[in-house]
């Protein structure tokens, strides 16, 4: 089969020329060259995965039509940033129409899922390639796609380190657009499209009392008015830090934007957006006269990020978006009390609404449910502003004490998404993207990339055709394991999430308080849990699930051993990466269920070691019998102590490290003071 792919330009044969030529782009300025080498890029893998499926496919780059089969990239407009695209079918063809040169990329990727392509996780192992391809599928009509969250679809990544290209390829099949350059790899996010954020909690280091100034004085010593004021405290260095900064002192702010352009010179010169939050305190705003005169917490932090618009307005960098955030954290959370600066507005500034303590066994909208109920009457505020600024959402589907567990969303994501985006949201981002390994969890990253783009898409179809391209014939048990396994964790908020002892903590957080002796205060349980009978109950009952789906698990790996040869194994002269890398590919979703029974296994430790520490709390707190509770945890303890969880990614460190399981529960201090305090009781 003879395919012309075609292109705008005179030569249109060197597109794979071009498609590599990304570090001699100026993408901000160059604005023709930038979209050039993106609409080539796009060409290039069109070309490359339809040889995948159609090996005899004869496939050349022109500028013209002729009697060949063809498939016409045009960009509309090479100035345009929005990610809209249309595929049109054609008598002997098809064009593929972007608004802009990412939707020309995304309008590839589109026409390559047509033929059965999925890209559910980076790499090889995550790909799904079509066999027995015959001929290109076309759409039967004109298909016009456009982005629900247009303002962003992406994640806050954790740590530093210069992740695979594979990750941003990963990204960009999927249409995600949101991220954070990586000095190795600028160019490349560029090229596919991607938006560079940066910041967060900056302002910890901006204002640290102990930082040195120019005249060799400390920040503290020349500034001791910049630090909130607590009433019945008296402020010091050491604890200058635990109430939110006096931010109506503008000399203040005009250090803090001052700081931050000098990052955005040197730090964070590809940087599209900054995020200027608070202190990650969850503590008490400043409490002088002037700052109760600007009204709430939310009314601080925007009268400090107005300062700092005013002063980024004054520079070349003024077309840098700031945003602040709504998070219990930074005393934030609920809208301001009075009208927001009329500058954010106008330069278009953002807030992230980020729910740390929302429950996932109900809907974020569900009235009744102690945390849920109060953050989506947060949402529906910041968004009832006039007028308002634009709101994203920034989720917790991998962060906080079940980072790097194996939980699913599958029930709530949809409805949820759905619900911000009518709130308002038009973007959204999410803490953390796994540090390596999606098994199952690839799911979430599918889910999570369609909906941002259409938050009505049809999730049933979606997760069918996941199990059914993932686990082929197995699809059906798959299924099953994954439903098992989102119902063990449903609790998950109240039994591990961050929070605080005076406001919302889970039985993990209240856990962490205990000496391991007789508790000497109640567990709080707050409304989703009857009792501790209840809790333990429970926990239980999603280790029996786990086993479950462990079991069947367990049952497809026999089978696949047993029955499941197919010659990928056969002999060769001489073993070396690339042979074994080919191998482990050709395995398919052999490698992946073994991958999905590895997270299944932690999950369900660390359920059953929880269940076994309330069950021990319970017979201490209640004087109920514990006999042979501690020897069930001290099993619990050594198993988990004796296997390494997925690699993870720490700041604190030198990069990388590998956790035990027992680590990964947060619960081994909470162990050792039980046995510690066993002969004492």
Same mark, same amino acid.
């Given at each position: 089969?003879? *395919?012309?792919?075609?292109?705008?330009?005179?030569?249109?044969?060197?597109?794979?020329?071009?498609?590599?030529?990304?570090?001699?782009?100026?993408?901000?300025?160059d604005l023709?060259?930038?979209?050039?080498?993106?609409?080539?890029f796009?060409?290039?893998?069109l070309?490359?995965?339809?040889?995948?499926?159609?090996?005899?496919?004869?496939?050349?780059?022109?500028?013209?039509?002729?009697?060949?089969?063809?498939?016409?990239?045009?960009?509309?407009?090479?100035?345009?940033?929005?990610?809209?695209?249309?595929?049109?079918?054609?008598?002997?063809?098809?064009?593929?129409?972007?608004?802009?040169?990412?939707?020309?990329?995304?309008?590839?990727?589109?026409f390559?899922?047509?033929?059965?392509?999925?890209?559910?996780?980076?790499?090889?192992?995550?790909?799904?390639?079509?066999?027995?391809?015959?001929?290109?599928?076309?759409?039967?009509?004109?298909?016009?796609?456009?982005?629900?969250?247009?303002?962003?679809?992406?994640?806050?990544?954790?740590? %530093?380190?210069?992740?695979?290209?594979?990750?941003?390829?990963?990204?960009?099949?999927?249409?995600?657009?949101?991220?954070?350059?990586?000095?190795d790899?600028?160019?490349?996010?560029?090229?596919?499209?991607i938006?560079?954020?940066h910041?967060?909690?900056?302002?910890?280091?901006?204002?640290?009392?102990?930082?040195?100034?120019?005249?060799?004085? %400390?920040?503290?010593?020349e500034?001791?008015?910049?630090?909130?004021?607590?009433?019945?405290?008296? %402020?010091?260095?050491?604890?200058?830090?635990?109430?939110?900064?006096?931010?109506?002192?503008d000399?203040?702010?005009?250090?803090?934007?001052?700081?931050?352009?000098?990052?955005?010179?040197?730090?964070?010169?590809?940087?599209?957006?900054?995020?200027?939050?608070g202190?990650?305190?969850?503590?008490?705003?400043?409490?002088?006269?002037?700052?109760?005169?600007?009204?709430?917490?939310?009314?601080?932090?925007?009268?400090?990020?107005?300062?700092?618009?005013?002063?980024?307005?004054?520079?070349?960098?003024?077309?840098?978006?700031?945003?602040?955030l709504?998070?219990?954290?930074?005393?934030?959370?609920?809208?301001?009390?009075k009208p927001?600066?009329?500058?954010l507005?106008?330069?278009?500034?953002?807030?992230?609404l980020?729910? *740390?303590?929302?429950?996932?066994?109900?809907?974020?909208?569900t009235?009744?449910?102690?945390?849920?109920?109060?953050?989506?009457k947060?949402?529906?505020?910041?968004?009832?502003?006039?007028?308002?600024m634009?709101?994203m959402?920034?989720?917790?589907?991998?962060?906080?004490?079940?980072?790097?567990?194996?939980?699913?969303?599958?029930? %709530?994501?949809?409805?949820?998404?759905?619900?911000?985006y009518?709130a308002?949201?038009?973007?959204?981002?999410?803490?953390?993207?796994?540090?390596?390994?999606?098994?199952?969890?690839?799911?979430?990253?599918?889910l999570?990339a369609e909906?941002?783009?259409?938050v009505?898409?049809?999730?049933?179809a979606?997760?069918?055709?996941?199990?059914?391209?993932?686990?082929?014939?197995?699809?059906?048990q798959?299924?099953?394991v994954?439903?098992l396994?989102?119902?063990?964790?449903?609790?998950?908020?109240?039994?591990?999430?961050w929070?605080?002892?005076?406001?919302?903590?889970s039985?993990?957080g209240?856990?962490?308080?205990?000496d391991?002796? *007789?508790?000497?205060n109640?567990?709080?349980?707050?409304?989703?849990?009857?009792?501790?009978?209840?809790?333990?109950?429970?926990?239980?009952?999603?280790?029996?699930?786990?086993?479950?789906?462990?079991?069947?698990?367990?049952?497809?790996?026999?089978?696949?051993?047993?029955?499941?040869?197919?010659?990928?194994?056969?002999?060769?002269?001489?073993?070396?990466p690339?042979?074994?890398?080919?191998?482990?590919?050709?395995?398919g979703?052999?490698?992946?269920?073994?991958?999905?029974?590895?997270?299944?296994?932690?999950?369900?430790?660390?359920?059953?070691?929880?269940?076994?520490?309330?069950?021990?709390?319970?017979?201490?707190?209640?004087?109920?019998?514990?006999?042979? *509770?501690?020897?069930?945890i001290?099993?619990t303890?050594?198993?988990?102590?004796?296997?390494?969880v997925?690699?993870?990614i720490?700041?604190?460190?030198?990069g990388l490290?590998?956790?035990?399981?027992?680590?990964?529960?947060?619960?081994?201090?909470?162990?050792?003071?039980?046995?510690?305090?066993?002969?004492?009781?």
């Open positions: 089969m003879k *395919i012309r792919i075609i292109l705008p330009y005179e030569d249109a044969y060197k597109a794979e020329y071009y498609a590599t030529t990304e570090k001699e782009v100026d993408f901000k300025n023709e060259l930038a979209s050039k080498v993106t609409v080539c796009a060409a290039s893998e070309k490359k995965y339809i040889k995948m499926a159609l090996e005899s496919a004869d496939i050349s780059f022109y500028n013209k039509v002729n009697e060949d089969f063809y498939i016409k990239l045009t960009v509309l407009d090479v100035k345009c940033t929005e990610d809209d695209y249309k595929l049109i079918p054609l008598e002997n063809g098809i064009e593929i129409i972007g608004s802009g040169r990412s939707g020309v990329l995304y309008g590839t990727y589109e390559l899922k047509l033929q059965g392509y999925r890209w559910f996780a980076p790499g090889d192992k995550g790909e799904i390639v079509p066999v027995g391809l015959k001929t290109l599928i076309l759409p039967e009509k004109e298909m016009t796609f456009s982005p629900d969250m247009k303002d962003g679809r992406g994640f806050d990544l954790e740590g %530093t380190l210069p992740e695979s290209d594979l990750l941003w390829y990963w990204m960009a099949r999927n249409r995600f657009n949101y991220g954070v350059a990586r000095t790899y600028t160019a490349l996010q560029r090229k596919l499209c938006k560079f954020k910041g967060g909690h900056i302002l910890t280091g901006i204002v640290n009392p102990n930082r040195v100034l120019p005249n060799g004085k %400390t920040l503290w010593e500034h001791p008015e910049w630090y909130g004021k607590v009433e019945d405290r008296v %402020t010091t260095p050491d604890n200058a830090l635990h109430c939110q900064l006096c931010l109506s002192n000399e203040l702010n005009n250090f803090i934007a001052d700081d931050i352009i000098e990052k955005l010179r040197k730090d964070w010169p590809e940087a599209d957006k900054i995020d200027i939050w202190l990650d305190i969850w503590n008490n705003i400043c409490c002088c006269e002037k700052c109760k005169a600007l009204g709430n917490g939310s009314d601080q932090a925007l009268h400090m990020l107005s300062k700092i618009r005013d002063r980024l307005n004054e520079t070349d960098l003024k077309y840098i978006k700031i945003g602040t709504a998070y219990d954290g930074t005393a934030t959370m609920m809208p301001p009390e927001i600066p009329q500058n507005i106008d330069a278009g500034d953002y807030i992230t980020y729910p *740390i303590t929302r429950c996932y066994r109900h809907f974020i909208d009235d009744g449910c102690q945390e849920n109920e109060r953050y989506y947060a949402i529906e505020g910041w968004n009832a502003m006039t007028p308002a634009p709101i959402i920034g989720e917790y589907y991998n962060v906080s004490r079940f980072n790097e567990l194996p939980v699913l969303f599958n029930k %709530t994501i949809d409805h949820d998404i759905k619900f911000y009518n308002g949201a038009r973007g959204m981002t999410y803490m953390h993207l796994p540090t390596v390994e999606f098994a199952m969890r690839s799911v979430t990253q599918l999570y909906l941002c783009w259409n009505n898409a049809d999730k049933d979606i997760l069918a055709d996941y199990y059914e391209k993932s686990y082929e014939k197995y699809a059906p798959m299924r099953k994954y439903e396994l989102e119902e063990a964790w449903r609790d998950m908020s109240h039994l591990r999430i929070g605080r002892q005076d406001k919302f903590n039985i993990l209240q856990m962490y308080r205990w391991g002796g *007789i508790p000497k109640p567990i709080k349980l707050y409304d989703h849990f009857k009792d501790y009978e209840d809790v333990v109950a429970r926990c239980k009952a999603s280790v029996d699930m786990m086993n479950e789906a462990i079991a069947i698990i367990e049952k497809i790996r026999k089978e696949i051993l047993y029955f499941g040869y197919n010659g990928v194994l056969a002999t060769s002269d001489a073993v070396n690339e042979q074994i890398a080919k191998d482990n590919k050709n395995n979703y052999e490698y992946k269920i073994a991958e999905d029974l590895r997270f299944l296994i932690i999950g369900r430790d660390t359920m059953q070691l929880t269940g076994e520490l309330m069950e021990y709390y319970d017979a201490l707190y209640n004087s109920k019998p514990r006999d042979g *509770i501690l020897e069930r001290e099993k303890y050594n198993a988990l102590e004796s296997y390494y997925p690699t993870k720490d700041h604190r460190t030198f490290y590998m956790p035990d399981g027992l680590e990964k529960t947060q619960l081994r201090s909470v162990v050792k003071r039980c046995f510690y305090m066993r002969d004492k009781i």
